[in-house]
């Protein structure tokens, strides 16, 4: 039994996920909690951000996030990758710093602009 | 022209609610606006906090602050607002016709504006230990959480390598999880109110996610170092917040976080003569934002701490309508004597809620309707009623599943219901269902 507070909705339901039952869930008030429940157990994601060093003396850092959420398990080694960057302005929103994290779909993306 | 014409509308703090007031005052017919940030770049506290979480309700998906505070910022593009960066506004003084803002910038020195219309929204600030006296050596490496915040997102400084966090708020929570993925270990949360104060969402992804501690009940009593921080004691408050002997735990730290609250930032008001609410530590405002000093508004975080900043938008939104629709109309002085003469409504408080916003209500000035936000005292886990009487009338009803001090809530009063109210108070409380 796996226990998790639902973070879907301000409520905050505490569930159970049995994962030798199906990943069946207890606890939770509505549907969308079940669903969540089950996805925390059987293979939880997050998008992470941080930042990254950029060459400019008016913004040593530029914010940075995965585009999609990546593998809980994967959290720790995507930031050290995060530690060798250096960017060079321009950066522009979006743009691509790290691509396909680990092969995956993944990637870190500017999510600020900066001129210079 | 007077000097009170420079601008139809001043707006003082380029964050979200300022940027959000001064475009919806454009799109409401106002064509002098100027922002005051004393920033080096618009977007307010939303430039340090690279997290995501923000917008799903405003702009319907899951941003970044830096990339909120862009879209906002990317609006202004050929809407003809000026915007003055890296100038403070040091002073407002009202006046009968306009009002009077005296800023101060590097590039041009001190100088006065006048305006019709002033928008309050500088934000708020942390409180500082200061603020809430932990005993023990001033070493250094106590911080505010957002003081950390900005060291580390935006600076790119580390601050510490083993912390301890004080206060549960969400600034605490998420600078929790930012620290241990830039290598630092987190050794606990300590919060001294039996629930926490951030979002649930916070506590799973921050704290939990990285099986960081979070002692609720506990408060830091006593801080040791000698340059820098070497120990923390913690220990468990009784039911009057006074620490119980014998529950010390020791940490070995050399960093203290302190996320204790946040207060709104009104010195500029208060020295203008804004009548104040001392529960919100904002301006007590009428239904349209409109402070107690006409042809002066406030909206965002300096009229009340908000968590979701798609409520700050939304909220100056109305705040920049309001504004436009004051100095196309009311500003002219006939008017706005009668204006200043109308009768109001107090939203008054049981001991269930803790404050309500906005605090007054001209109910001949309500459109349709007005939103009341409000945040309750305790938790409440089963569903309640949040009821509106004039006297013993029931003047609207709302059901709530659930409810937490930490999220604010809010309901909709329609004209029609506030058409019925015949005293000049409304009582608004939390009661159970029968
Ligand atoms: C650390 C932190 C984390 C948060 N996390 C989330 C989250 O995950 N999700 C979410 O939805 N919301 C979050 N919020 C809430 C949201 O960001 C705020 O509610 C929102 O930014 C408030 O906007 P504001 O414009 O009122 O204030 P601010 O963004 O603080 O802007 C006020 C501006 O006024 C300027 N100013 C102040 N005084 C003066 C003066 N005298 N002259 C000129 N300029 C002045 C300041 O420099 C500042 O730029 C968070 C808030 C904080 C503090
Ligand atoms: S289970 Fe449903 S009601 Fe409970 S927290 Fe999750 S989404 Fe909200």
Redesign the pocket.
């Known amino acids: 039994m796996k226990e998790y507070i639902c973070i879907v909705c301000p409520r905050g339901c505490h569930l159970a996920v049995d994962d030798e039952n199906d990943y069946a869930v207890t606890g939770n008030a509505c549907l969308r909690g079940a669903a969540y429940g089950r996805e925390e157990a059987m293979h939880p994601t997050r998008v992470v951000t941080s930042s990254v060093r950029v060459r400019s003396r008016k913004h040593p850092r530029c914010s940075v996030k995965t585009d999609i959420a990546i593998d809980k398990s994967d959290i720790a080694k995507a930031m050290l990758l995060l530690d060798d960057v250096e960017l060079i302005p321009p950066v522009r929103r979006g743009d691509i710093v790290i691509a396909s994290l680990f092969g995956s779909e993944a990637n870190f993306i500017a999510t600020r602009d900066i001129d210079e | 022209m007077k000097m009170y014409d420079d601008y139809e509308l001043i707006v ?8 959000g007031a001064a475009l919806s005052a454009r799109e409401h017919g106002l064509e002098r606006i100027l922002i ?4 080096v770049e ?5 430039n ?2 690279i ?1 995501n ?3 799903l309700h405003y702009f319907g998906e899951e941003l970044t ?1 830096p990339e909120y505070a862009a879209r906002l910022i990317d609006r202004l593009e050929g809407q003809a607002i000026d915007v003055l960066c890296d ?4 002073e407002l003084i009202p006046g009968e016709q306009g009002h009077t803002v005296r800023l101060m910038s590097m590039a041009e020195g001190y100088r006065s504006v006048g305006s019709r219309a002033v928008i309050l ?4 600030r942390e409180r500082t230990r200061g603020a809430i006296q932990i005993p023990g050596t001033r070493a250094s490496g106590v911080f505010t ?2 003081t950390a ?1 900005r060291y580390v997102n935006i600076e790119g400084y580390m601050v510490g390598k083993r912390v301890i966090i004080l206060g549960s708020g ?2 605490g929570l ?1 600078m929790a999880r930012r620290m241990v993925l830039e290598g630092a270990t987190v050794l606990a949360c300590v919060e001294i109110m039996p629930h926490s104060g951030g979002l649930t969402r ?1 506590i799973v992804q921050c704290l939990q996610d990285f099986d960081i501690p979070l002692y609720l009940s506990h408060t830091i009593t006593k801080i040791e170092g000698r340059q820098r921080v070497e120990k923390v004691t913690v220990q468990e408050v009784d039911d009057h917040f006074n620490p119980i002997d014998g529950t010390e735990i020791v940490f070995d730290v050399d960093t203290v976080l302190l996320s204790v609250g ?1 207060i709104p ?1 009104n010195e ?1 008001s208060r020295a203008a003569g804004v009548e104040m609410d001392p529960k919100t530590s904002g301006p007590i405002v009428f239904e349209n934002g409109e402070t107690s000093v006409s042809g002066i508004f406030a ?4 009229l009340h ?6 409520y ?1 938008t939304t909220e ?1 939104e109305g705040a920049g309508k309001a504004a436009a629709e004051y100095v196309l109309r009311c500003a002219h002085t006939s008017h706005k004597r009668t204006c200043e003469k109308t009768p109001y409504i107090s939203l008054v408080k049981d001991e269930t809620v803790t404050y309500t916003v906005p605090q007054r209500i001209r109910v001949q000035c309500v459109d349709d309707h007005v939103r009341v936000f409000f945040r309750v005292k305790t938790p409440y886990k089963t569903p309640r009623r949040i009821v509106f009487r004039d006297g013993d009338r029931v003047i609207a009803s709302f059901r709530r599943p659930y409810m937490t001090p930490g999220e604010m809530e809010h309901v909709t009063l329609k004209r029609e219901q506030l058409d019925e109210v015949l005293g000049d108070e409304l009582t608004i409380s939390v009661e159970e269902i029968r």
Not at chain 2, 87 to 90: H, P, Y
Not at chain 2, 121 to 124: H, I, K, P, Q, V
């Open positions: 003082i703090g380029g964050g979200p609610a300022g940027l005051v940030e004393r920033d618009l977007g307010g506290i939303l340090q906090c997290h979480g923000f917008g602050g100038t403070m506004v040091l929204a500088m934000g708020c959480a957002g915040q969400d600034i998420i916070n946040l930032e500029l909206c965002g975080n300096v701490v908000h968590d979701l900043v798609d700050v100056s």
